[in-house]
């Protein structure tokens, strides 16, 4: 038996004309293709690759490993907790300190603080740099014989240990991470605020609500499709972390993350497929919590 | 490298012999080209990677290419390239569209991918040197497991104590007889009581601090040992391996405390501006004295690691060598073949050494009467010892070099006192390995 659902949705594909159906098939089609070719498939393979031994040359040397390779990450690989720990520590202060400081900047910048042309574009700057530049910028500053120990008249022999010191280094990484993160947040949330209705504003004002019931009760609700946003970006921004790290130790071992252990067990000469299976740990690292995320939420927008 | 021939598993000498006989078999078509060899090479074009080394590499590559156009007819088209990115993607590289030849590395790098199949056979072309190259060039040239030479060898340089004579004088001690543990010991101890860094090390890279862990195994438990060790034919939790970490633990102390933050060039800075008694580096950064004035490079000396064991004395030596590969996929591997012979020969070597080459050939027909003091020690530096390693990431798998070993000497330099517990996990990745 039909549903007065089904029946509806019958009726409206058999209005489509034959150049409807055509720019459709061709707009979701083409991409469709192109993602499945060249996103899925090396994922499948990947996550095939990462229950075998193979040095990444000759398709006849691959062997079988079972879950060798997860049972040599999981057990005896000191850098892969460290790593976990790493990543996890970035996402907890993206998403405890550096966005939440960004989505203030914008609010404040977009209710007219005076000077705000001029924040705007103090923060912004660092959003037009990619994370390999800030690499090398921050490196250069901070390194021995960098310009900021210059400054405090320390030689390269008795310089202050930043980059190489595990109680620090963390929070100076992540201080220059967010230096660019919290730029890029503002923009994005900016953008949203300029699109909220001011008479929303202004009506729960003369009703009498405070500063940050307004906040909390219209402009965020109003904001949801700029929070789901802002939500996966600093979710993947954490995860897959990877640049600026590579570029100021030049190897993943001082300051592991996730990303480094795929590319290190991936590129030079000892190809070995615990880098596949790293890289479906970060997979399903990434996957699970976005696609929790954005259920829960198009269920809400459903209701 | 004559121990690891005993330990070739059953598999891997099958395997040698299938492709011996493959090699046979395209050996007797090789013998038929090379007649023609001559005549093909003729307006057929070459191609070139130079591995970094600036301006000055561009001129070295160009002034020998140019050199082998003259005598061949053969058009070579040169391009440098950055030496990291050449390593990191060195698999990808020779599986797309590689150059024909290139500077290269020999030991696991070359052996690696010359058992795979990617670099050409050179046995020829090291027949055709056979005269002007030592037996041990050739020897690490050539693989263990299928007795072929991936690598024609051309140059090496030592990995050695380097410190300034003149901080050594002001000691109170001889620089030219800095002999065993105690002299070296009393160095850094004389060095640090000036507050300055005893024995400086760069840890950032991971890779800096293998040349200290090599030589301290070398030295305390000698090269069958270390080459054992390296090849899983001993044990990361020996007690053998634990007394070199012991040595290793001792020279903590006497180092700048921040090795975590530099690398090698940190560690030519220190010894460059006399903030350091000695370090353990390769001999190429002699360069950059020279480039600050006559003065320091005249101060800069090389030595051998003291002697720790009397049994095996000073008897060994990291001298990575490097060469010359041509690739097995390029476009005109005869071509390739016969560009690379012509960088490690006697021409060749005579054009590099014009053009500015200051690295030190292994060839018998390199000149060296016009060696400076520094030079003419690097080689008897390197004349001294009887045994010749290539430096940890060349001796080792490379899936367990960088990512295994280099870490693990990381957290010991960290914390020695968990250095137990930090071998018997190296020993366990090494046990996870894929035995191939």
Avoid at chain 1, 90 to 108: D, E, H, K, R, S
Avoid at chain 2, 3 to 16: A, C, D, F, P, T
Avoid at chain 2, 231 to 238: E, F, L
Wanted: aromatic share 12%.
């Amino acid at each position: 038996m039909k549903t007065a659902a089904t029946v509806k949705k019958n009726r409206s594909r058999r209005s489509l004309s034959n150049t409807d159906r055509f720019t459709l098939t061709a707009f979701v089609g083409i991409p469709t293709l192109l993602q499945i070719i060249l996103l899925w498939v090396p994922a499948v393979v990947t996550i095939i690759l990462s229950f075998t031994y193979w040095n990444g040359v000759r398709l006849k040397d691959i062997q079988w490993a079972g879950i060798q390779n997860y049972k040599n990450i999981f057990v005896n690989n000191p850098l892969f907790y460290q790593a976990l720990k790493n990543n996890g520590t970035w996402l907890a202060f993206f998403v405890l300190i550096a966005t939440p400081l960004g989505i203030l900047l914008a609010y404040q910048i977009d209710r007219g603080i005076k000077g705000h042309a001029f924040y705007e574009s103090i923060y912004y700057l660092p959003v037009v740099l990619s994370l390999a530049v800030i690499g090398i910028i921050w490196n250069f500053m901070l390194q021995p014989g960098g310009f900021v120990q210059g400054l405090m008249g320390l030689d390269i022999g008795n310089a202050i240990s930043i980059w190489g010191n595990p109680k620090i280094n963390t929070w100076v990484i992540l201080g220059v991470a967010s230096w660019r993160h919290i730029g890029y947040i503002m923009l994005l949330y900016l953008s949203g605020l300029k699109s909220v209705d001011p008479a929303l504003k202004e009506a729960a004002a003369i009703d009498g609500a405070t500063e940050w019931q307004i906040f909390r009760k219209i402009i965020f609700p109003t904001m949801q499709p700029v929070n789901i946003i802002i939500v996966v970006i600093t979710l993947i921004e954490s995860l897959r972390a990877f640049d600026l790290v590579y570029i100021i130790y030049g190897s993943p071992t001082i300051f592991p993350l996730l990303n480094l252990l795929v590319f290190q067990n991936f590129a030079g000469q000892g190809i070995s497929m615990k880098g596949a299976a790293y890289a479906v740990i970060l997979l399903v690292l990434c996957i699970v919590p976005i696609i929790t995320y954005l259920r829960i939420n198009f269920k809400e927008d459903l209701k | 490298m004559s121990e690891e021939k005993n330990v070739v598993s059953r598999r891997s000498v099958l395997k040698g012999a299938a492709i011996g006989g493959a090699a046979l078999a395209t050996g007797s078509a090789l013998s038929a080209e090379s007649a023609s060899a001559a005549t093909r090479l003729k307006g057929s074009t070459v191609k070139w990677t130079t591995r970094g080394g600036g301006a000055t590499g561009d001129k070295i590559a160009k002034a020998v290419n140019d050199a082998f156009t003259k005598k061949t007819g053969a058009k070579v088209v040169a391009q440098q390239v950055n030496s990291d990115d050449f390593q990191n993607n060195f698999a990808q590289i020779l599986q797309g569209s590689p150059d024909d030849a290139f500077g290269w590395m020999a030991g696991y790098r070359s052996n690696h991918f010359g058992e795979l199949g990617l670099l050409a056979d050179l046995t020829r072309e090291i027949g055709h040197l056979k005269s002007t190259l030592p037996t041990a060039a050739i020897k690490g040239s050539t693989s263990p497991v299928t007795k072929k030479p991936y690598i024609l060898p051309t140059t090496y340089y030592p990995w050695a104590l380097h410190y300034r004579k003149s901080m050594v004088k002001d000691l109170g001690m001889n620089p030219e007889s800095i002999n065993n543990w105690d002299d070296f010991v009393k160095l850094m101890t004389l060095t640090q009581k000036k507050g300055l860094v005893g024995y400086s090390l760069g840890a950032k890279g991971g890779w800096e601090a293998m040349g200290t862990f090599d030589i301290l195994n070398a030295r305390v438990n000698g090269y069958k040992y270390h080459i054992d060790l390296l090849n899983g034919r001993a044990k990361w939790t020996d007690a053998r391996t634990k007394e070199t970490f012991k040595y290793f633990a001792q020279l903590i102390p006497f180092m700048n405390t921040n090795f975590m933050d530099i690398s090698w060039d940190g560690m030519r800075d220190l010894l460059l501006q006399k903030k350091t008694g000695a370090m353990m580096m390769g001999s190429w950064f002699a360069n950059d004295f020279k480039a600050k004035s006559q003065a320091d490079y005249d101060d800069l000396w090389v030595v051998p690691f003291p002697q720790i064991n009397p049994k095996f004395g000073r008897d060994t030596i990291d001298a990575p060598l490097d060469g010359i590969s041509v690739a097995a996929n390029g476009k005109n591997v005869s071509g390739g073949k016969a560009l690379a012979e012509f960088w490690a020969s006697p021409e060749g070597i005579t054009e590099a050494v014009k053009a500015g080459d200051t690295n030190i050939y292994v060839s018998k027909s390199f000149d060296t009467s016009s060696y400076d003091a520094f030079n003419k020690q690097k080689l008897a530096v390197l004349a001294s010892a009887s045994n010749i390693m290539f430096f940890l990431d060349r001796d080792a798998r490379g899936d367990f070099a960088g990512p295994v070993v280099g870490p693990a000497i990381q957290s010991f330099l960290q914390k020695p006192s968990d250095i137990n517990k930090i071998l018997e996990n190296v020993q366990a990745q090494w046990d996870a390995l894929p035995k191939n």
